[in-house]
């Protein structure tokens, strides 16, 4: 069982998304900012969109996160 009694299935390597999903959201970055102008959110989706490297470490991270949050589970 996993954080409040779910369970949770972890990955061990990192899976790329489509590249057709990608350039989804990376077309919504580019309406957003069209109408909106470059914001902090919009520039790190746009980041994360053309940076394979960025996205596998963001992976990295939430892989790393969810597995303390599992280890420590029942201390609190």
């Known amino acids: 069982m ?5 369970n ?7 899976k790329d998304y489509p590249a057709e999903q990608i350039q989804a959201k ?3 970055v580019d309406e957003f900012e069209a109408k909106y102008g470059p914001k902090a959110r919009s520039k790190s ?7 394979y490297n960025y996205r596998k470490q963001e992976w990295q991270f939430r892989q790393n996160f ?9 201390l609190y």
């Open 45 to 51: 989706w746009r980041k994360w969109c053309t940076d």
């Open 66 to 74: 969810a597995n303390t949050i599992m280890q420590n589970e029942g």
């Open 8 to 14: 949770i299935t972890m990955t061990e390597k990192f």
């Open 26 to 28: 990376l077309n919504r």
């Open 2 to 6: 996993g954080f409040n009694g779910k």
